[in-house]
């Protein structure tokens, strides 16, 4: 089989795992009623397509963020969050919440300024470095500070309503989400999404070496700069819209390289295909899951991530020893 035809299967199975996010849930949509006078149609209209919409841009753009951080890090271990941004952007939501600036556009903005923010100090402290060890030392930094902000900001909180809130929105989910909510997120992640792709040439020349890609005209800082400015825009968007759902970039790239290859540059797309892949099953699932409510989709991802993560670490220790 072929890459293209890989690729064209890929693309079928988002499909119909999009048609059936569309139909699924406690109410069962039948196609019978779709496009029809059945009130369940409303069900799909208003509810379930900006869901699905948001679940298919979101795991679409974590998974190549995904794909983009290993090859340019040359780190199969590498996350989105690794570079802090997530965790920025949950500091500056998380602060809306609790200060009470207001709810949907407000946290958004919030969120997409605390991205900003840790786009920008990554881009300060690691600009004339050319080692991409200062990038993961710099993500470490950011993303610890912005943890124990967080905590902080909790644990001082006078308003226990706010604070449940706040978990709840940790916690990651498409719940309850809109058009408004589609709307706000798809523009930031296509542009990121645009800038991700752009660095697939370069990812090629850097599994050569940063000697080897400078010597074929690869500039280091350009490349950087798309991966942060890409990296902020999308990891924000999706942290501003749906709260932290971890976990899609590390295991979607390992997934596809047994059937697409081990090049970074043509692992890209794929990635893509397959993070909306598996957040629109998992967010099917969830809804399926026994219970009056749904179990997040940021707990469900973790709990398929945490295992996946510690077998690609004892994987990847067993090499260092040999």
């Not at 490349?223 to 749906?242: D, I, Q, S």
């Amino acid at each position: 089989m072929t890459r293209t035809h890989k690729l064209v299967a890929l693309g079928f199975l988002v499909v119909a795992l999009f048609g059936f996010s569309l139909g699924c849930g406690k109410v069962w949509v039948p196609l019978s009623a779709w496009f029809s006078s059945d009130p369940r149609w409303w069900i799909i209209l208003e509810l379930r397509l900006p869901r699905a919409v948001l679940g298919l841009a979101l795991g679409a753009t974590l998974g190549l963020s995904g794909a983009v951080l290993q090859g340019y890090l040359r780190n199969p271990l590498a996350d989105p969050a690794i570079v802090g941004v997530s965790s920025v952007a949950a500091l500056g939501a998380v602060a809306a919440i609790l200060f009470g600036v207001g709810s949907g556009p407000a946290i958004f903005a919030a969120a997409m300024v605390g991205a900003g923010s840790a786009v920008a100090l990554l881009a300060a402290l690691t600009w004339r470095s050319p080692s991409a060890i200062t990038f993961i030392l710099a993500g470490t930094v950011l993303a610890s500070l912005a943890g124990a902000l967080t905590a902080f900001l909790i644990s001082i909180a006078p308003n226990p309503y706010a604070v449940a809130e706040v978990i709840d929105w940790i916690m990651g989910a498409l719940t309850d989400r809109g058009w408004d909510d589609v709307n706000l997120a798809l523009p930031p992640m296509l542009l990121g999404a645009v800038l991700l792709m752009v660095t697939g040439r370069s990812l090629d020349a850097l599994s050569l070496g940063e000697a080897a890609a400078r010597s074929l005209g690869i500039r280091m800082g350009r490349v950087r700069l798309l991966v942060v400015l890409g990296t902020g825009l999308v990891v924000g968007a999706g942290v501003a819209t749906t709260g932290v759902i971890g976990f899609v970039g590390l295991v979607v790239p390992h997934l596809l390289r047994p059937i697409f290859g081990h090049r970074p540059g043509a692992l890209l797309l794929p990635s893509a295909f397959g993070g909306a892949a598996l957040v629109l099953a998992a967010d099917s699932l969830v809804r399926l899951a026994p219970g009056a409510g749904e179990v997040r989709l940021g707990v469900a991802m973790a709990l398929i991530g945490a295992p996946f993560f510690l077998g690609l670490l004892v994987k990847e220790r067993g090499r260092a020893w040999i």
